[in-house]
């Protein structure tokens, strides 16, 4: 997987502004990889073998918007699931467009690159107020620098480093900060 990353140019090091807030001198813009169907076919064969192998069955794939949604939704049809999207009104995730999900109903939560955890658990929280199952979190990119308040399966990790932007030694360096997340781009940045 890191060599796909490296390969289409996901990978990328700079200055960049994270969608949890956070600077980074690492980013990895999945979109490069997602941009190849065949290639993004592969991956989410990946992530749903792994939970079919592992004997953890789910119903439904739940997925936070914006950028987790091509992935989530491909894992879904992999895996011959349901797919859902939450998505942030009002500063929380919520389930909108007519989507639930049910008690009991099996539930995977499908992430594209995870840092601080932040929306993942998010959207945990909206599985445990339906008294759904959790089946498990899965991600492309594990790049968290602290273990996340669940368990994570990704079908890579790498190190990156990620600071306050009160800390970040890039800005006191004077490096351009980039700002490519969903989030930035959502509220009207470029």
């Given amino acids: 997987m890191l060599d796909v990353l490296k390969r289409t140019g996901a990978l ?3 200055h960049f502004k994270l969608s949890s807030g956070r600077h980074s001198d690492t980013y990895v813009q999945k979109q490069m990889v997602f941009q190849h169907p065949r290639l993004t076919a592969s991956l989410r064969e990946a992530v749903a073998e792994r939970f079919d192998k592992s004997g ?11 950028g987790a949604i091509l992935f989530g939704n491909a894992v879904a049809y992999a895996a011959g699931a ?22 009991g109903e099996r539930v995977l939560v499908v992430e594209d690159v995870v840092t601080t955890g932040g929306s993942a658990a998010e959207v945990i929280e909206l ?41 970040c030694p890039l800005c006191r360096a004077g490096e351009p900060l980039t700002s490519p997340g969903s989030r930035f781009l959502v509220s009207g940045g470029s």
């Avoid at 498990?136 to 790498?158: E, M, N, Y």
């Fill in 12 to 14: 990328m090091e700079g």
């Fill in 56 to 66: 953890h069955a789910f119903d439904t794939v739940l997925s936070p918007a914006v």
């Fill in 82 to 103: 349901r797919f859902v999207y939450a998505e942030r009104a009002d500063g929380a995730m919520t389930l909108r467009r007519a989507q639930a999900l049910d008690p």
């Fill in 127 to 167: 599985v445990k107020a339906a008294h759904a199952t959790l089946v498990g979190v899965a991600c492309l990119v594990d790049r968290t620098t602290r273990q996340p308040p669940f368990r994570l399966h990704s079908l890579v990790r790498i190190e990156a480093r990620d600071w306050a932007a009160s800390d």
